[in-house]
């Protein structure tokens, strides 16, 4: 062996092949939308109301009402991904422990390439990443609807003042609805939900149209992650405006300054988090080229490749959206929403 492998070796050590490290992409792997929903919950509720209270030449009132809007918005989604997104990722799991009982024969070989069995198949793994990756969008619309409807129970739980005489009744905050009957009434049950959910996940993997779309947009895998959040982040902007105007427990006079902030908040971070993580994906090339080097023999590789491509645009994202954005968007919106007012009494 050359001395330039040697040394070549040797600076791969370390931090690179680190088992928690490992791990911790491998976990990021198999479950993409839990790890999404869990840094959304985390950031929502710390330290986007952090930078909110630090908003200077704000009204109080305003920042309040936004304080509650992100901790409510991070905790449904959170619920409700995790909800959707647990069964979805064992589904998956159940199948590829036998495909054969799952995946018609016509599925399995048009999803495997030459020289690799179907799990080790670049375009399965594109599949299963996008279905992973599914629940946050497909949740986006009710997410956003059921967290703006809980704003006025956490204004009540955070900042209680005398001024909201009308207490909502929150002992069924979604109303009493057939659909959320099990919840209050504990009527969920789990059992066999695993070979059913497994069954009904197969449908989706055997429709040709998907296979297909698959097969057209393979290539594309290190952007599944920053896509599908660009696209969830567009429906619940979309759906909270919506469903703020809508709303009954609101004051009127603070729902601009709210649907204000939403916009700007979703319309910078999808237009500036694109921009970075293009130019971040280009700088960590190289990183992802000799992570690889580190951990070339090992069978997981691929998989700890796909976390990276759910961390980086989920971090980048999240940085942007509930750290740097929330004073711009909040003292932005305050102050249209001050002029909005002045117009109006002329």
């Not at 985390?42 to 200077?56: D, E, G, K, L, W």
């Not at 069924?172 to 969920?188: D, E, L, V």
């Not at 992570?291 to 980048?316: E, H, S």
Request: proline share 5%; charged share 20%.
């Amino acid at each position: 062996m050359k001395v330039t492998e040697i040394n070549s070796n040797i600076n791969f050590k370390g931090g690179l092949n680190n088992k928690l490290l490992l791990k911790g992409l491998e976990t990021v792997a198999n479950h993409p939308a839990s790890f999404i929903a869990g840094t959304t919950l985390i950031m929502s509720s710390v330290i986007r109301p952090i930078a909110i209270a630090n908003t200077p030449k704000t009204d109080k009132e305003n920042k309040k009402y936004a304080i509650a809007d992100s901790i409510s918005s991070g905790l449904i989604k959170f619920g409700i991904t995790e909800l959707v997104a647990l069964p979805v990722e064992n589904a998956i799991n159940h199948i590829n422990k036998n495909p054969e009982k799952f995946l018609n024969s016509k599925t399995i070989k048009n999803f495997t390439q030459k020289g690799k069995t179907l799990l080790e198949s670049e375009n399965y793994k594109f599949a299963q990443q996008l279905v992973k990756n599914t629940p946050s969008l497909i949740t986006a619309i009710p997410k956003s609807m059921i967290a703006v409807a809980l704003i006025p129970l956490v204004m009540n739980k955070l900042f209680p003042e005398k001024q909201r005489q009308e207490k909502p009744n929150y002992t069924q905050p979604f109303g009493n609805s057939p659909i959320f009957a099990p919840f209050y009434n504990n009527q969920i049950s789990f059992k066999g939900l695993q070979d059913t959910a497994a069954k009904g996940m197969s449908k989706i993997f055997n429709a040709q149209t998907f296979q297909n779309f698959v097969t057209k947009h393979s290539f594309n895998d290190a952007n599944i992650a920053r896509n599908m959040t660009i696209a969830t982040d567009i429906l619940l902007a979309g759906s909270s405006v919506i469903s703020t105007k809508k709303s009954k427990k609101i004051k009127e006079d603070k729902k601009k300054p709210l649907i204000y902030n939403k916009i700007i908040t979703t319309t910078l971070s999808v237009l500036g988090g694109y921009k970075i993580d293009k130019m971040i994906q280009k700088g960590t090339a190289s990183f992802i080229e000799k992570f690889k080097k580190a951990n070339i023999n090992d069978p997981k590789l691929d998989k700890y490749i796909q976390g990276i491509n759910v961390v980086r645009p989920t971090l980048v994202f999240a940085l942007i959206y509930y750290g740097i954005l929330p004073i711009l968007s909040t003292f932005t919106a305050d102050k249209l929403d001050k002029i909005n007012n002045k117009k109006e009494k002329i």
